[in-house]
């Protein structure tokens, strides 16, 4: 079955030390997301690619970087992992197609900071 | 700044009762309306969505939704729950222009009591 996949499901990292959350697609769409989700609060978009094209949101901490090496794949990077980044990790995906371009989600990774 | 407001946090209900979850947005623009569901221990996926045409959409599982521009509201409906659909349910909102940004509403938790 197409869909996104997320691994690891769930990541500990310690304070400070960087961390690589991936996430694949087998849809083939243009578009991918990175979403951060805190407990209770809505998920927030950190950035996104149109297939190439990186969008970062302004207010993603410099912290988060993303890599999209092909259409099948993209990364997360935090580079100095803070107690406040300890989060489930979405990724999403979608066409660009007008009227057609619900998101996919992953199954998400928890990041746990100790 | 574009915003999505869920009425309720929490909505407890006994099987049978009818739903009504209510989702306002703040964009004056064209936009396409999302509702999307997160089943315990599963990933968001689509409910149902918005685009052009018949303000009232049908989704899977026999829910439904308005959405009245006048009012910039797209609330999600369902006659008579069962306790499957005990979930998390987000609204969502993205422009028609300037990209592919999509703003999640802070969510919804129903518990069906059985």
């Known amino acids: 079955d197409a869909m996104v996949i997320q691994n690891p499901r769930y990541q500990v990292t310690q304070f400070g030390k960087p961390v690589t959350l991936s996430c694949s697609q087998t849809l083939n769409h243009n578009v991918m997301y990175w979403y951060q989700q805190k407990s209770s609060q809505a998920p927030k978009l950190l950035f996104h690619?149109?297939?190439?094209?990186?969008?970062n949101e302004a207010d993603t901490p410099d912290n988060f970087q993303s890599r999209r090496p092909n259409t099948s794949f993209c990364f997360l990077d935090i580079r100095s992992p803070g107690l406040g980044d300890a989060a489930m990790y979405l990724c999403a995906t979608s066409t660009r197609r007008a009227g057609d371009n619900e998101q996919f989600f992953g199954p998400g990774t928890r990041l746990t900071v100790l | 700044a574009q915003s999505v407001s869920q009425h309720n946090h929490h909505v407890i209900l006994s099987e049978a009762a009818s739903l009504e979850l209510g989702c306002n947005y703040s964009y004056g623009g064209t936009v396409n309306l999302f509702w999307y569901v997160q089943y315990p221990g599963q990933h968001l996926q689509l409910l149902l969505k918005?685009?052009?045409?018949?303000?009232l959409v049908k989704g899977i599982k026999g829910f439904e939704a308005e959405f009245i521009k006048s009012k910039f509201s797209f609330n999600l409906r369902k006659p008579s729950v069962q306790w499957s659909d005990t979930a998390e349910y987000f609204c969502a909102v993205r422009r028609t222009t300037g990209g592919f940004k999509t703003i999640f509403g802070a969510g919804t938790r129903l518990f069906v009591k059985a």
């Open positions: 690619y149109y297939d190439k094209d990186f969008n």
């Open positions: 918005y685009f052009s045409g018949d303000p």
